[in-house]
């Protein structure tokens, strides 16, 4: 088995201990990452689907190349190496006849012009 | 029926805490405001960047996504460089911005579906500013209140 250290994105960080660094053990990022998600099992939800793949908003580096460039998951890893993850931004998307937006206490939108001098 | 068929309804409760603010620059929300009207009629997006306790400037970031109007995509080569450059600025990414040129400042099935915990999400669109955070459990988002706070925007200064 190979010592990885896994660099833990801020906002994962409340699921980590707080840790911004964790190492584990295993010989592939696939294997990293699995031993990362069951020491912070509240990692997973954020990281990974139902059937344990990776979410598509998670990339993941090994030193400096992105994994998808390599072997994707099953990218063998060596003693010292440095897994990081990255957040993709995103959003969007049409809003269709049938999207339907449920709310509680929405409240008004904070006016262009409420407290701001333009 | 495809997933992308489904209708996914988009949750959204009041945050829990109270506290739950998100304390922002006028400045800042001025620039974010004047980025989405040189943007449209296509989404703007950029980043929040704060000092711990309030977002202090919006870095402009590039939109990704092919279909840009009603889009937005911030790749993971652009989220490395800018926390690359907040952590030489001794500043946090505190969350990102987006605008919805035609729609209102509400979250749509799509930003639910790439959203991260932690981050604050603030969108711009045509009724104003809003801001959420996901939940953890990733079933709805919590709205956020804004709190204008004194200040320059930081690289505006």
């Known amino acids: 088995m190979r010592r990885v250290s896994v660099r833990v994105p801020t906002p994962l960080r409340d699921y980590a201990d707080q840790r911004d660094d964790v190492e584990v053990e295993g010989e592939t990022v696939a294997a990293a990452l699995g031993a990362l998600v069951e020491r912070y099992p509240r990692l997973r939800r954020h990281?990974?689907?139902?059937?344990?793949?990776?979410?598509?908003?998670?990339?993941?580096?090994?030193?400096?190349?992105?994994?998808?460039?390599?072997?994707?998951p099953a990218t063998a890893v060596g003693e010292g190496d440095v897994i990081t993850i990255v957040p993709s931004i995103a959003g969007g998307g049409l809003?269709?006849?049938?999207f339907e937006l449920r709310t509680t206490n929405f409240g008004q939108a904070l006016p262009h012009a409420e407290g701001i001098e333009w | 029926m495809?997933?992308?068929?489904?209708?996914?309804?988009?949750?959204?409760?009041?945050?829990?805490?109270?506290?739950?603010t998100l304390r922002v620059r006028p400045a800042v929300l001025k620039t974010?405001?004047?980025?989405?009207?040189a943007a449209a009629p296509s989404e703007c997006c950029g980043?929040?960047?704060?000092?711990?306790?309030?977002?202090?400037?919006?870095?402009?970031?590039?939109?990704?996504?092919?279909?840009s109007g009603t889009r937005y995509r911030i790749g993971p080569d652009q989220v490395r460089e800018l926390e690359a450059d907040a952590d030489r600025r001794g500043l946090t990414v505190l969350g990102f911005y987006h605008s919805h040129p035609v729609g209102p400042a509400a979250p749509s099935p799509g930003d639910?579906?790439?959203?991260?915990?932690?981050?604050?999400?603030?969108?711009?669109?045509?009724?104003?500013?809003?801001?959420?955070?996901l939940l953890e459990d990733r079933t709805a988002f919590?709205?956020?209140?804004?709190?204008?706070?004194?200040?320059?925007?930081?690289?505006?200064s």
Request: hydrophobic share 40%; glycine share 6%.
């Open chain 2, 142 to 156: 919590a709205e956020l209140r804004i709190t204008p706070s004194p200040g320059p925007d930081r690289m505006a």
């Open chain 1, 47 to 72: 990281l990974m689907a139902e059937d344990g793949a990776l979410r598509s908003y998670v990339n993941i580096y090994l030193n400096e190349d992105d994994v998808r460039h390599m072997d994707g």
């Open chain 1, 95 to 98: 809003r269709t006849a049938n």
């Open chain 2, 32 to 37: 974010i405001h004047a980025h989405a009207r």
């Open chain 2, 2 to 20: 495809p997933p992308s068929c489904v209708t996914r309804p988009v949750m959204i409760e009041r945050a829990k805490n109270q506290d739950e």
């Open chain 2, 112 to 133: 639910i579906r790439a959203a991260w915990p932690w981050y604050s999400y603030l969108i711009k669109g045509v009724d104003g500013f809003r801001a959420y955070r």
């Open chain 2, 47 to 67: 980043a929040l960047l704060g000092d711990g306790v309030q977002v202090v400037t919006a870095v402009r970031l590039s939109n990704e996504a092919e279909r």
